[in-house]
């Protein structure tokens, strides 16, 4: 099936909460706390979307990916905001795809998107955060040509400490 990528509207806010909180629930079931993931609501974080949307201006680029009219995926990426990051550097904030599309290519589909326009603006490096214990998550980055570049960061979420850790890319 062919998956149109595109820029995300305000339109597109629910839909991309469903997807996030989704993503979350499949991805990070036993890494994060069941009653945290759980307690995600569609409809809170479908305002906090909205809220992104319209702080992010130009800075921040939102994208989904659909597939027959559905949207299927999100992703979003901007300026690094690590310490240490370079000019011109970019990271990748997130990137999920409905649990029933893993593996048919919806998330190549919108890194391939994110990556053609970080370089488009100029970026010489992407990089993104990881949960340590996510495998899956870190063999699909390391097949988009990502790997870890040794930066690692305590994350607590729900009264768990988790570790994230950086992987990055030369574009």
């Known amino acids: 099936m062919t998956t149109r990528v595109r820029k ?3 339109a597109d806010c629910a839909a991309v909460a469903e997807v996030r909180v989704e993503g979350w ?3 990070y ?3 994060l706390p069941a009653a945290y993931l759980a307690a995600m609501d569609v409809g809170e974080d479908a305002e906090a979307r909205r809220e992104h949307l319209a702080r992010a201006g130009e800075r921040v680029v939102h994208l989904v990916a659909e597939r027959a009219g559905k949207v299927v995926g999100w992703a979003a990426f901007g300026p ?3 310490p240490d990051a370079g000019p011109g550097d970019g990271e990748l904030y997130a990137l999920y795809v409905r649990p029933e599309v893993v593996g048919t290519g919806a998330g190549r ?3 391939d998107e994110v990556v053609a326009r ?4 100029g970026c010489a490096r992407l990089s993104l955060w990881v949960l340590e214990g996510n495998a899956p998550g870190r063999r699909f980055y390391a097949k988009a040509g990502f790997a870890p570049d040794g930066a690692r960061e305590p ?3 729900g009264g768990t400490e988790v570790v994230e ?3 990055a890319r030369r574009l």
């Open 109 to 111: 589909a919108l890194m």
């Open 8 to 10: 995300m509207t305000e």
């Open 25 to 27: 629930r499949s991805a």
């Open 80 to 82: 690094d905001r690590s």
């Open 118 to 121: 970080a370089v488009a603006r």
């Open 29 to 31: 079931r036993g890494l």
């Open 155 to 157: 994350w607590e979420v």
């Open 165 to 167: 850790l950086r992987y």
